[in-house]
């Protein structure tokens, strides 16, 4: 189906361990984002990027590491997962950097224990 | 920094009434984007209405309207005619030069 997905939709992980979220669109998207979502804080940015190889900082990056070799997909990987990553992560796309709608994925529910 | 203030954590009403839910905005820019984005619980988040800062005019769609004040930086969103699908969590966001910045969020629930 045409669209953004995000895999897996929850995930439950143990300290230090490395996870990576995924995050696929189908309409080749310029821009590709990723979120979390934590209460009393809405959704803040962790990484962006604007092309294939292109990736830059947002708000709460440390401990994250994104890469991004084909336009369609961008994974998010959390290195060694801590327990203050337990968060819900929204991956985003559009088509350019101006201020165009974002579409958002389904998210990913992910615990760290 | 760009901020967006939500100062209504929670916020109901009867089904069929009106509800105004209130959104404040910091920024030095001159140029930029308002949103409204819902979130069932579902999670998935849904573009509700937008804004351009640049247009007087407020936007409108269906049952959803927004007051958009620039010299005041507010931007609240009036729902009519609540219906029950309403109930969700609501986003106020900012997009200027810099990338999107959202609120904490309100979450409206919808009285039978």
């Known amino acids: 189906d045409a669209g953004i997905t995000q895999s897996p939709r929850y995930k439950i992980t143990e300290t230090g361990r490395q996870v990576t979220l995924m995050c696929h669109q189908t309409?080749?998207?310029?821009?590709m984002f990723w979120y979390r979502q934590d209460l009393g804080h809405g959704l803040r940015l962790i990484y962006y990027s604007a092309a294939a190889d292109i990736t830059d900082k947002g708000e709460v990056p440390d401990g994250y590491v994104v890469s991004r070799s084909k336009t369609e997909n961008f994974p998010l990987t959390l290195e060694s997962a801590t327990r203050s990553q337990t968060s819900v992560y929204f991956c985003a796309s559009s088509e350019r950097s101006d201020p165009y709608e974002q579409y958002f994925g389904p998210g990913t529910r992910l615990t760290v224990t | 920094a760009q901020t967006v203030t939500q100062s209504q954590p929670e916020m109901s009403v009867q089904e069929a009434e009106t509800v105004t839910l209130s959104c404040t905005y910091d920024?030095?820019?001159?140029?930029?984007?308002l949103f409204w984005y819902k979130q069932p619980p579902s999670r998935q988040m849904i573009l509700v209405i937008r804004q351009e800062a640049y247009k007087q005019q407020n936007a409108t769609e269906n049952r959803f309207s927004v007051n958009f004040q620039k010299a005041a930086k507010s931007f609240s969103l009036k729902i009519s005619d609540s219906q029950l699908g309403d109930a969700a969590m609501y986003f106020c966001a900012y997009q200027g030069a810099q990338k999107l910045v959202f609120g904490q969020g309100t979450r409206l629930t919808i009285n039978p």
């Open positions: 309409w080749s998207h310029s821009y």
């Open positions: 920024t030095s820019e001159s140029d930029y984007y």
